[in-house]
């Protein structure tokens, strides 16, 4: 009766349905993972509740910023030219000793020293 009983044990271990199943489980854990990347995202196309603006390769000359407003989704790539345009003064900025930038629109009078 003891050899019967090895020989159970042995088909057990051989079955090639349990190595499929494992495999299956594997994918499963794998697309899990890729789905919390995505959803992870900035520029998730699944949520458009967000507006979101995500900028490539900031001060570079090949920079592009893509800009997310709904469903809506721009994208704008630098060209390295400087641009022209006729215009007037709408304000001045100021960097403050901490490093922070105010802008101060045109007609507002400010209330304090900014030196």
Not at 3 to 26: A, F, G, K, W
Not at 43 to 48: A, K, L, R, Y
């Amino acid at each position: 009766m003891s050899q019967i009983d090895l020989n159970i044990i042995e088909e057990d271990e051989d079955d090639p349905i349990l190595s499929v199943v494992n495999m299956v489980d594997l994918f499963l854990v794998v697309i899990a993972v890729l789905l919390i990347i995505v959803m992870s995202n900035p520029i998730n196309p699944f949520n458009s509740a967000e507006n979101v603006t995500v900028i490539k390769n900031a001060g570079q000359p090949n920079m592009e910023i893509l800009v997310k407003e709904g469903d809506e989704l721009k994208e704008y790539k630098s060209t390295g030219q400087m641009g022209e345009g006729k215009g007037s003064k709408a304000g001045v900025a100021y960097r403050l000793e901490d490093g922070s930038m105010i802008y101060v629109p045109e007609g507002i009078q400010a209330s304090g020293s900014l030196q």
